[in-house]
């Protein structure tokens, strides 16, 4: 009886030492768990565009924005670059990020008019006079409207978007000193709204991409381009332009950076936050530094021997008459399309604080 004990207590001792083991492996797991949680990688994601790296739209904007997020997102996300046409061509990043060539891509809202035509309402000729103004009143429209009607319908999702500074013409040869002066001239557009304003003006636009302009003027197959002055450097068209207007305002170019919306919805809410939250910042931060780039690049190109010129009160009043006609004509064609172009129209004119 007594072996029998003693033999309980050693089974008894065994079944605590075990429990007591597996208790501990346990603990250790968890502890293993947690760990590899803290110590994770960071989620990784592409951002394409088609700017070279000394653009404004790179440096102030892109570049900025990945950096914002980043430190945002606390080490939660890395943001890899592939600038200046990488990962595709202008007119094909939208693509690229709906099809996961890219997670990020920059949209120029001008090169896909035949995906996003509404969009392109931010582009028409003097909405306003400065891109943080234009800039504010557009990104209320794309909350409002232009998330459900043509972002998310095209996969994407838009972190930010920047209006440029009114574009102006600008030419090699002929000055555009008056409203007649644009007749027959043939120049670059970078979107519907401003190839509409150049054929009311009487003039012939070539529609294409921002990188493919400098080729089209040496070559001459264009007299000039509808551009900001803050891309005339990037560019290097400074080597050809002799004129630009300073008055003639034909919209601003609408820049958007988008995500894919699968790659989105996979994300956590506060590496998103820190997304959405960069997007703000950067959308104050650039359209401000657009804005001043307009002075300083001017004083710099007016030193080369560019002349930046002001057409008069009488040809200012008549280019915005014709302006005007260009966005009932806009709004008309959508809405012939079955698209709400006159809801989308009226919409960016009240952020506006137009009537």
């Known amino acids: ?34 760990q590899g949680e803290s110590s994770a990688e960071p989620i990784t994601l592409k951002v394409a565009d088609s700017f070279p790296t000394q653009h404004v739209l790179s ?20 943001l890899e670059y592939f600038p200046a046409e990488q990962l595709g061509k202008a007119k094909s990043l939208l693509d690229a990020a709906r099809n ?6 920059y949209v120029g809202v001008g090169y896909v008019t035949d995906k996003m035509p509404l969009s392109g309402v931010g582009e028409l000729p003097g909405a306003a006079n400065t891109a943080q103004e234009a800039t504010k009143a557009y990104w209320k429209v794309v909350q ?4 459900e009607k043509e972002f998310l319908k095209n996969g994407v999702r838009p972190m930010y978007a920047v209006i440029m500074p ?7 040869e002929k000055p555009v000193r008056t409203v007649e002066d644009f007749q027959g001239v043939k120049a670059r557009t970078g979107g519907a709204a401003q190839s509409m304003a150049l054929e009311a003006l009487g003039a012939i636009p070539v529609s294409m991409p921002a990188p493919d302009v400098y080729t089209s003027l040496a070559r001459q197959t264009i007299d ?26 034909f919209g601003g170019f609408i820049v958007t950076y988008c995500i894919n919306e699968n790659v989105w919805q996979s994300l956590p ?31 710099e190109l007016e030193a080369k021997g560019i002349e930046f010129i002001t057409m008069d009160e009488e040809n200012t009043a008549k280019f915005k008459q014709a302006a005007e006609t260009v966005w009932d004509n806009w709004a008309k064609e959508l809405d012939g399309r079955g698209l709400p172009g006159t809801e989308v129209k009226d919409a960016f004119k009240a952020a506006l604080g137009k009537k």
Not at 68 to 75: C, I, S, V, Y
Not at 233 to 241: G, L, R, S, T, V
Request: charged share 25%; net charge negative.
């Open 1 to 34: 009886m007594k072996k029998w004990k003693q033999a309980g207590w050693v089974v008894a001792i065994l079944a605590l030492m075990l429990t007591t083991a597996c208790g501990g492996a346990q603990s250790t797991e968890t502890s293993s768990e947690k």
């Open 59 to 78: 440096a102030e904007g892109a570049v900025y924005w990945m950096k914002q997020a980043e430190e945002l997102a606390n080490g939660k996300l890395k």
């Open 100 to 105: 996961r060539v890219t997670d990020v891509a």
């Open 144 to 147: 409002d409207v232009l998330l």
């Open 166 to 172: 009114p574009y102006q013409i600008m030419t090699t």
């Open 224 to 249: 000039g381009t509808i551009f900001a002055t803050s891309s005339i450097k990037p560019y290097q068209i400074d080597e050809m332009i002799k004129y630009v207007t300073v008055n003639s305002n």
């Open 269 to 299: 809410k506060d590496v998103q936050d820190a997304m959405l939250k960069a997007g703000e910042m950067t959308m104050e931060h650039l359209s401000a530094h657009l804005d001043n780039l307009e002075k300083t690049d001017r004083e």
